[in-house]
């Protein structure tokens, strides 16, 4: 997975955030998703990433939510 292709995704989602805040949690999700994919494939995480991801999973515990598992 090319890691811009990774990003152009990433930033397609954050802007159906925007437009879409009645489905953040299925973004968020999908936005999860991603990440571990990047993870699976053994990419080196940058480390704004991996603060974002560390937000993104804090986001989760305070919906009282858990992140989606890998489908990798």
Do not use: C, W, Y
Not at 46 to 71: H, Y
């Amino acid at each position: 997975m090319a890691f811009e292709g990774l990003i152009t995704r990433l930033n397609m989602l954050f802007n159906d955030m925007e437009n879409q805040p009645e489905d953040d949690h299925e973004l968020l999700e999908q936005i999860h998703l991603e990440l571990m994919q990047m993870k699976a494939t053994g990419q080196p995480m940058p480390q704004d990433l991996v603060d974002f991801e560390e937000r993104l999973n804090a986001e989760f515990q305070k919906r009282g939510r858990t992140p989606p598992a890998s489908g990798a």
